[in-house]
């Protein structure tokens, strides 16, 4: 009981601090770990395992729209980087360079990829020359450096890993569809797999993508009141096309420039799934993500049949689902805490006396909610709890952001709202670069997105009483 006191101690309260109580769940759920290169951070299995499920669910929804995998070199020649001003010139804070090879100097620097827009559009202008090669749309699963000065596991290192779509397509029509469709599918994914529910929308200028026309994005609302960025998808136009050369020839024999879109989402949403669904005992992960999706733990398992009906049982149930026995010696205490620590998402405990009465009991882990259930259908039970515990956890999630989603009518119900309440704002803006860059110097709050689905909360922006000309969700941000 000391032990499993001390595991339970190990996590900071959310209540009393919430970046630490981030911290220690990394941690303490065994995530992630600290690598010898500051900002940096090595994924341990079971956080590697997250990513894996990610990575699995997303390739699979992407392929059946049509999406191809490729992969890229790890570094950009300087002069690559050079080609598009806006691009390059939005990632330079954040560029690692290679300037020696072996033991001799290189003539060129070379970059270490941030993102891979050069590299696609260098390869475009090679391989396509007519219609008939168009659509181009591919991705690549990969590892991006960027040298952040601050950094915190899976929101923010240094080198992290991504997936980033790359299309070229014939005209502008086709490039926006597809920037929609992809943002569409990172939404979707989000809300059925995740259990996160997302506000969809339109970045302003200033908080676009370097480079593109328009970038889209999706925001959550953490636990905490801040909104993270999950996930964005870009319409480039032919601004990369015209600074590359990228050209086909059409059907009526003229040259056209290719208009192309890019996006991406990365471990970060890891962070979220940690900030939107965990609590004071440590993960609590969606099922349809958790890399382990029931634990099996026997109760005095020394008795004779207890470890072989645990054994029956995980065997029946590994049919469908992904199954673990913890026939490790530590008390059982100890190995609930772990299982909640761990997020998941449902044990079973099987003793003695439930094997003569031929049941188990399931606890959830979002709830602790327990149910007794007969052995003869104790698949079907566990399918139904599981499916159960999804559905509860997104409405739960939703839940939480729209009873944090404020409207602000005027600059004194802004500041009031940050002042005394977390979560979104909901606000008209006048559509002035200068406007919001003030508004973020005042209260660090920045524009999330304009959402598609917009609102008339009044006539006049809430910060300089212009003429407003749309709705915006604002917030403070990871």
């Not at 839940?399 to 944090?404: G, L, M, V």
């Not at 602000?408 to 005394?420: G, K, M, P, S, V």
Request: proline share 4%; hydrophobic share 35%; net charge negative.
């Amino acid at each position: 009981m000391a032990n499993e006191k001390k595991l339970v101690e190990a996590i900071t309260s959310m209540d009393e601090d919430f970046a630490q109580w981030y911290t220690d769940v990394v941690k303490k759920a065994e995530l992630t770990d600290y690598s010898s290169v500051r900002g940096c951070m090595i994924l341990r299995p079971a956080g590697y395992a997250i990513w894996e499920n990610i990575q699995k669910e997303l390739d699979r929804r992407f392929k059946e729209i049509g999406v191809e995998n490729v992969y890229m070199p790890l570094f950009i020649p300087e002069s690559l980087l050079q080609k598009e001003k806006d691009h390059v010139e939005g990632f330079a804070p954040e560029v690692a360079w290679v300037t020696q090879g072996g033991l001799d100097p290189l003539p060129e620097r070379l970059c270490v990829r941030p993102t891979s827009e050069t590299l696609f559009c260098d390869l475009y202008s090679n391989i396509i020359h007519s219609y008939r090669d168009l659509p181009k749309v591919y991705n690549q699963w990969c590892s991006v450096v960027r040298w952040e000065k601050t950094t915190r596991p899976f929101l923010r290192s240094m080198e992290f890993l991504w997936q980033e779509g790359h299309t070229a397509h014939a005209t502008a029509e086709e490039a926006e569809e597809r920037t929609i469709q992809m943002l569409n599918v990172y939404a979707d994914f989000c809300e059925q797999v995740l259990a996160i529910p997302m506000i969809k929308g339109r970045k302003t200028d200033k908080e676009k993508f370097a480079g593109a026309e328009a970038t889209y994005t999706i925001e959550a609302l953490m636990h905490d009141g801040k909104a993270l960025q999950s996930g964005t998808s870009h319409n480039f136009g032919d601004g990369f096309a015209k600074a590359f050369g990228v050209q086909y020839t059409d059907a009526n024999n003229k040259l056209q420039y290719v208009h192309q879109t890019s996006w991406g989402m990365s471990t970060r949403i890891i962070g979220a799934i940690i900030m939107v669904h965990g609590d004071d005992s440590g993960l609590v992960l969606p099922p349809r993500i958790a890399p382990t999706q029931v634990m099996i733990i026997p109760i005095n398992q020394k008795k004779e049949g207890v470890l072989e009906k645990a054994q029956e049982i995980k065997a029946a149930l590994s049919e469908k689902f992904t199954v673990k026995l913890d026939d490790s010696n530590k008390n059982p205490g100890w190995k609930f805490s772990e299982q909640e620590m761990r997020g998941i998402p449902v044990r079973i405990e099987i003793g003695p006396k439930d094997i003569e009465a031929g049941q188990a009991v399931i606890v959830r882990r979002d709830n602790r909610e327990k149910t007794v259930v007969s052995l003869d259908n104790i698949t079907e039970a566990v399918g139904e709890i599981l499916e159960k515990m999804q559905a509860d956890m997104l409405a739960k999630a939703t839940a939480h952001r729209d009873a944090n989603t404020h409207e602000a009518h005027n600059w004194e119900e802004f500041t009031d709202i940050l002042t005394r309440k977390q979560g979104f704002i909901k606000a008209m803006w006048c559509g002035d670069r200068a406007c919001e860059e003030a508004i973020k110097d005042e209260t660090g709050a920045t524009t999330r997105c304009m959402p598609f689905e917009q609102e008339h909360l009044s006539d006049v922006c809430v910060h300089c009483g212009k003429p407003a000309k749309t709705m915006v969700y604002f917030g403070k941000a990871y």
